[in-house]
């Protein structure tokens, strides 16, 4: 006999294991399917830490969902009993009118968000591992910092599994449909399932898994780099925090040392889009190269000289790019029992909490007391 859930959550990376939470904690008879372990580093969520900023340069409809993702944050650290987020503050860097620069000013005056502006010089003099050209603006904002994404995502799945959830791990969906009854009919390499509402959080798999996602929702191979500090004081969680900065080089992010559990130590950094490279995540390699290194150490020996010492990790992720680079959060053309969280572009982890609860909403009840305007999969047009 086919076994029947009330929804059914596809993979179990940042955005699917909070979502099986808020199902879960809900009441709802949930099932989640990862294809792999959890967590796992062949994906989007892995890398020991991810940044966490309020001022938000992307769009300014993005600040009520960050504020909730800091709620939900807080919330999940209370019931976990384990911290998740380390507040570090962040610093949004460029020239006076770069994007990075003008629109975080401009998230933070609009929202009222406590910040400072400092020229390269007071930033230096504050935080003395910055080391940035002259003409360099930054936004320091107290509330930004990192969270650990492995342990959000134990966090996430531990805490459903305790609400009633049933997890299945290293099993691979082959696909689904909707029945007369309306009820969807999912396949796996081990059986089929039955279920009111399917969940699709497949990350760089997304189009694989939801069809009209197609050229939508575009895997590209990313490379980030641990390098040991020449002067380790100075890359602290208390003396370094996070940053994003525009360079006639790119856009590059940075994240200070952390290693608590002996983890990997040492200043992290990666540069978005890397060398803009599009993949197949079943195919993709997974070793990083001598030219992944080279970028990313001539970026640091340029702007942060000082943590710039042995490298002494690497890793291979993936971005999952819309064309506007913002978020899909929403349910499928004819098949509202089916919602898909794609397209998270580089910038979507921190808002993982807050995406966990909208699908949840989009599961349960088909809308959301959230705006999701902007991430209605509608406006990226119709698949070729």
């Given amino acids: 006999m086919t076994k029947r859930y009330d929804a059914i959550v596809v993979g179990l990376g940042g955005m699917g294991s909070a979502a099986l939470y808020h199902l879960a904690k809900r009441g709802l008879h949930a099932l989640g399917i990862e294809q792999f372990e959890i967590p796992h580093q062949l994906g989007s969520s892995h890398g020991l830490t991810r940044i966490i900023r309020l001022a938000y340069y992307e769009d300014l409809s993005y600040v009520p969902l960050l504020r909730r993702s800091y709620e939900l944050w807080a919330a999940l650290e209370r019931e976990f009993g384990e911290p998740l987020f380390y507040q570090t503050g962040s610093i949004d860097m460029g020239s006076e009118d770069s994007e990075v620069f003008s629109g975080s000013l401009r998230s933070c005056l609009e929202n009222n968000f406590a910040h400072e502006v400092l020229n390269s010089r007071q930033l230096r003099a504050r935080f003395p591992a910055y080391q940035m050209p002259a003409e360099t603006m930054a936004v320091f904002q107290p509330q930004g910092g990192l969270l650990l994404p492995e342990r959000c ?30 009820s969807v009919r999912l396949r796996s390499d081990r059986g089929e399932y039955r279920a009111e509402k399917l969940v699709i959080c497949g990350g760089a798999w997304a189009s694989k898994l939801a069809p009209p996602l197609a050229g939508k929702a575009v895997p590209e191979r990313q490379a980030l780099i641990w390098l040991a500090p020449k002067r380790p004081a100075w890359f602290r969680l208390d003396r370094f925090p996070v940053w994003n900065a525009q360079v006639e080089e790119g856009r590059y992010y940075g994240l200070p040392e952390y290693n608590p559990g002996g983890e990997t130590p040492g200043m992290k950094l990666g540069r978005y889009h890397h060398l803009e490279e599009n993949c197949d995540p079943d195919t993709l390699g997974r070793a990083p190269n001598t030219e992944d290194e080279a970028l990313l150490r001539s970026f640091a020996e340029r702007y942060f000289p000082d943590g710039t010492g042995d490298t002494l990790d690497m890793a291979i992720c993936m971005f999952t790019n819309t064309p506007d680079e913002h978020f899909v959060l929403d349910t499928l053309p004819g098949a509202p ?38 991430h209605r999969l509608s406006r990226l047009g119709q698949s070729a």
Wanted: charged letters at 20%; aromatic letters at 4%.
């Fill in 337 to 374: 029992q089916v919602s898909v969280a794609a397209g998270f572009s580089g910038h979507g982890f921190k808002m993982a909490s807050v995406v966990g609860e909208i699908m949840a909403d989009l599961a349960q009840r088909g809308e959301t007391r959230h705006d999701i305007a902007l």
């Fill in 153 to 182: 995502i134990s966090a996430h799945t531990q805490l459903a599994r305790h609400h009633g959830a049933e997890i299945h791990t290293g099993e691979r969906v082959l696909g689904w449909e909707i029945l007369p009854d309306e």
